[in-house]
Nanobody, 124 residues
């Protein structure tokens, strides 16, 4: 079983930055895709960003392109989400997810493993 633990959330003013981390409990297979999703109150979980574990291929939601960057540290089984120019509409619980597939998907159902989530609140 893979356990994912997110950290780095918090309260920040609009225009500020945060970096989220996702640590895995065991070595993730090199074929796994990793992703970040978020869920605001009363809304469905939505895709934010994803990357292949063994390559530089990435994908972003249109709403975060140019502001968020996903990266990974393979040696330490950690995935990061650098969030810049934050907006109040970015407020949500952010979840890290891992897929057994090497393909990047933007749909939650393709991801088997999920972290507990970390709250990000952006004040105006």
């Amino acid at each position: 079983q893979v356990q994912l633990v997110e950290s780095g959330g918090g309260l920040v003013q609009a225009g500020g930055s945060l970096r989220l981390s996702c640590a895995a409990s065991r070595r993730i297979l090199s074929t796994n895709a990793m992703a970040w999703f978020r869920q605001a109150p009363g809304k469905e979980r939505e895709f934010v960003a994803a990357c292949k574990w063994s390559s530089i291929t990435t994908k972003y939601a249109d709403s975060v392109k140019g502001r968020f960057t996903i990266s990974r540290d393979n040696a330490n089984d950690t995935v990061y989400l650098q969030m810049n120019s934050l907006k109040p509409e970015d407020t949500a619980v952010y979840y890290c997810a891992a897929s057994p597939s090497g393909t990047i998907y933007d749909t939650p159902r393709y991801y088997n493993y999920w972290g507990q989530g970390t709250q990000v609140t952006v004040s105006s």
